[in-house]
């Protein structure tokens, strides 16, 4: 019983009214693919018209003027070497610079490693979704609360500033 359960598995299935030829380079297992047709390809400009009509509001229109791409960079470039010669510290500028791709690349680090742990991802995003709930709740659902958040974003911004 055993023998034929397998026999019949390995069968590959043949439908009965096809019959089969040695050497007939046609795949039995899946549909054949229809001819192809002898009509010629779309043109271009039956195509952009069938875009146009699918897409209406995304038209783009390419220009020629490459001055405003270039003028921005040099602009740009300009710009910034203005603000590095007038830069008084230099060495402290490429030191905090430094130390910011250092904080950068030690915090992609450290969460490389708390993501590593089982649970805890987890673990924090539940954390995470309680202390949105409770901010959301506490200052963004009434008037009055928007109003309070919006006081204490001023007096940080003086504070940060330096003008309090």
Not at 15 to 28: E, I, N, Q, R, Y
Not at 59 to 85: C, G, M, Y
């Amino acid at each position: 019983m055993a023998a034929t359960a397998y026999a019949a598995v390995l069968t590959p299935r043949v439908p009965s009214t096809t019959t089969v030829k040695v050497k007939s380079s046609h795949c039995f297992a899946l549909p054949c693919l229809p001819p192809r047709s002898s009509t010629p390809p779309f043109s271009s400009s039956i195509k952009q018209v069938s875009e146009s009509r699918r897409f209406p509001l995304l038209q783009v229109r390419a220009s020629s003027s490459e001055e405003t791409s270039t003028v921005d960079a040099d602009e740009l470039f300009s710009d910034l070497k203005e603000k590095w010669d007038a830069v008084e510290n230099k060495s402290t500028v490429l030191l905090y610079g430094g130390g910011a791709i250092v904080a950068v690349w030690l915090s992609s680090t450290i969460v490389g490693a708390i993501n590593s742990v089982p649970l805890l991802p987890k673990l924090l995003e539940l954390i995470g979704l309680g202390y949105t709930g409770w901010f959301v709740y506490r200052y963004l659902l009434f008037k009055s609360s928007r109003k309070e958040l919006a006081t204490d974003i001023e007096a940080l911004k003086k504070k940060i500033a330096g003008t309090e």
